[in-house]
């Protein structure tokens, strides 16, 4: 039940909130943007944590993972990743599962929102430009840079500049 939502959370590098709050309407026709500019924490829907919505286009194997997902019935308002029996995901359930999931595999545990510094680390370590990993993820560039940029594991070298 959880695979589509843990590979949006890797993918996007969104907040849990975000990804629990998404509804089909906050998606283009197309499923190639999303707009986050409401979460679902603590059994209520409400605005970001910043206060600030953003659209970000997706890869193209996050759309059609999403497009996927859509059925007959799939309405504006449905949620794109609800619970197992309905409703917003629950993060402690889901961390129920996330652990003996993980455990099962041999993989040590990390926090689900550790998905969210992959991302981020992922793509800060391909090159991106970090005003645009930012945009994505909903930071100030300064918050990036203190609280995820030093887990950039490199050996920099300095240019020819003479």
């Known amino acids: 039940h959880?695979?589509?939502y843990v590979r949006f959370k890797f993918s996007t590098g969104v907040r849990t909130g975000e990804v629990n709050g998404l509804r089909w309407r906050h998606l283009n026709?197309?499923?190639s943007v999303v707009w986050i500019g409401e979460t679902h924490t603590?059994?209520?829907f409400k605005d970001t944590k910043t206060g600030k919505a953003r659209e970000v286009k997706l890869a193209a194997s996050t759309t059609a993972m999403l497009r996927s997902r859509i059925t007959e019935?799939?309405?504006g308002d449905d949620l794109v990743f609800p619970a197992p029996r309905g409703g917003a995901m629950d993060e402690?359930?889901?961390v129920r599962v996330w652990k003996a999931v993980l455990e099962k595999v041999g993989v040590r545990?990390?926090?689900p929102y550790d998905t969210r510094c992959t991302f981020i680390s992922h793509c800060l370590e391909q090159g991106m430009n970090p005003v645009e990993v930012a945009a994505?993820?909903?930071h100030d560039v300064k918050t990036l840079y203190r609280d995820y940029a030093g887990l950039i594991k490199s050996h920099p070298q300095a240019p020819e500049l003479f």
């Open 2 to 4: 959880y695979v589509d």
């Open 29 to 31: 026709d197309d499923c």
């Open 42 to 44: 603590h059994g209520q």
């Open 73 to 75: 019935s799939t309405e």
């Open 92 to 94: 402690h359930n889901f």
């Open 109 to 111: 545990y990390i926090r």
């Open 136 to 138: 994505i993820t909903g």
